[in-house]
Nanobody
Framework: QVQLVESGGGLVQAGGSLRLSCAAS????????MGWYRQAPGKQRELVAA???????NYADFVKGRFTISRDNAKNTMYLQMNSLKPEDTAVYSC??????????WGQGTQVTVSS
């Protein structure tokens, strides 16, 4: 069974940093498209950052220069380094693995709360 498990969320003051992890099991993440999404209360889920199938990265404008997506294939884990956090970054952050065949796999999400 394929699973993604996020960790690293928490409460941080504005200007602080957090690193989220997305650990995969039951699948080797090499060469899969993967990404991070977030959903704030009352808002739609939005893309934060992602890897394309070619391995390039793309970021939402609202996180460019502050967040960095990365992955360690040896650990089968994807990361999201979040710096200079703002209160508006408060949301549940979820990772996703995109499969060509079959449904995408989502993690359960991790709460990030940024206080002002």
């Amino acid at each position: 069974q394929v699973q993604l498990v996020e960790s690293g969320g928490g409460l941080v003051q504005a200007g602080g940093s957090l690193r989220l992890s997305c650990a995969a099991s039951g699948i080797i993440i090499n060469n899969y498209r993967m990404g991070w999404y977030r959903q704030a209360p009352g808002k739609q889920r939005e893309l934060v950052a992602a890897f394309s199938s070619g391995g390039s990265t793309n970021y939402a404008d609202f996180v460019k220069g502050r967040f960095t997506i990365s992955r360690d294939n040896a650990k089968n884990t994807m990361y999201l380094q979040m710096n200079s956090l703002k209160p508006e970054d408060t949301a549940v952050y979820s990772c996703v693995l995109v499969r060509t065949y079959g449904s995408n796999v989502w993690g359960q999400g991790t709460q990030v709360t940024v206080s002002s």
